[in-house]
T-cell receptor, first 114, second 111 residues
């Protein structure tokens, strides 16, 4: 069974650019959530996708957007990058997104904005 | 809104010492509670969870009990090992499956 994978592992961008991060969910999982983890902080919920539809969003501006594909993989897009967007971006998948479900995390993409 | 407050670190212990990391939560409804662990350079791994009041989660010698009356989910281990050195995150999951994390507690265990 393949776990959650993310690409790329590291990325360096400059302010104002756009970035796309990718996530492949664990086999059999139809729900993907994205989290932002700033240095020394706990992860913060960005949004969740369930069967290709956005299913809830945290306190992030519209320049953070996402997609989920028919195979349940997902993308996180960030436009007009700001210095504060520098963080570890974590993707997590679960079977159906309920409160009791365990979310399985990928290794993350570390984004540095200069 | 929903939130988690956990003991700030860093925590430094000698091998075989007793570990407690405090975690309290604020939530509407009945959340599920989790402890995740993050080893250097890695993503988060589930350590244990509890989905209703009075449930005890346990794994690898770690335990935590879901206490609704004190809104707490403290992590304990009777005898820590060097390999337990990591950052530990307490989290709650709301009814829609969104996780809310504490700030994390860095644990270092010396031989």
């Amino acid at each position: 069974e393949t776990g959650v994978t993310q690409s790329p592992t590291h990325l360096i961008k400059t302010r104002g650019q756009q970035v796309t991060l990718r996530c492949s969910s664990q086999s059999g999982h139809n729900t993907v959530s994205w989290y932002q983890q700033a240095l020394g902080q706990g992860p913060q919920f960005i949004f969740q996708y369930y069967r290709e539809e956005e299913n809830g969003r945290g306190n992030f501006p519209p320049r953070f957007s996402g997609l989920q594909f028919p195979n349940y993989s997902s993308e996180l897009n960030v436009n007009a990058l700001e210095l504060d967007d520098s963080a570890l971006y974590l993707c997590a998948s679960s079977q159906s997104g309920g409160a009791e479900e365990t979310q399985y995390f990928g290794p993350g993409t570390r984004l540095l904005v200069l | 809104g929903d939130s988690v407050t956990q003991m700030e670190g860093p925590v430094t212990l000698s091998e075989e010492a007793f570990l407690t990391i405090n975690c309290t939560y604020t939530a509407t409804g009945y959340p599920s509670l989790f402890w995740y662990v993050q080893y250097p350079g890695e993503g988060l791994q589930l350590l244990l969870k509890a989905t209703k009041a009075d449930d005890k989660g346990s794994n690898k010698g770690f335990e935590a009990t879901y206490r609704k009356e004190t809104t707490s989910f403290h992590l304990e281990k009777g005898s820590v090992q060097v390999s337990d050195s990591a950052v530990y995150f307490c989290a709650l999951s709301d009814r829609r499956g969104r996780l809310y994390f504490g700030r994390g507690t860095q644990l270092t265990v010396w031989p």
